[in-house]
């Protein structure tokens, strides 16, 4: 139900955008996010945007490089990310959660999960 694309290889200083786009019943979902998981490391939160009046939030390392933003119309997602560093790679994952939960930024929290899109940023 979650479809993400968009990664790609990016120079460091580079810019890329993700798209997340849902399907299914889209109304269920109260938040819809991005996490990223590293080769060897855990699954961190990147950003999330509230369903119902768009509010946002971001990881303190992300904060001002990366934006995140939806479509309603699509039913699409995206993560706009900006001036790209080395520590940015890794695989990223959409994810919705079913309820609102002020843990947004937990992944335990979000029942549906794309297929992951890999970011790579080389030197």
């Known amino acids: 139900q979650l479809q993400a694309s968009g990664g790609g290889l990016v120079q460091a200083g580079g810019s890329l955008r993700l798209s997340c786009a849902a399907s299914g019943r889209t109304s269920s979902r109260y938040f819809m996010g991005w996490f990223r998981q590293a080769p060897g490391k855990e699954r961190d939160f990147v950003a999330t945007?509230?369903?119902?009046?768009?509010?946002?939030y971001y990881a303190d390392s992300e904060k001002g490089r990366f934006t995140i933003s939806r479509d309603n119309a699509k039913n699409t997602v995206y993560l706009q990310m900006n001036s790209l560093k080395l520590e940015d790679t890794a695989v990223y994952y959409c994810?919705?959660?079913?309820?609102?939960?002020?843990?947004?930024?937990?992944?335990?929290?979000?029942?549906?999960w794309g297929q992951g899109t890999q970011v790579t940023v080389s030197s």
């Open positions: 994810a919705a959660t079913r309820y609102y939960s002020s843990n947004y930024y937990s992944d335990y929290e979000y029942f549906y």
């Open positions: 945007i509230l369903s119902t009046g768009g509010s946002t």
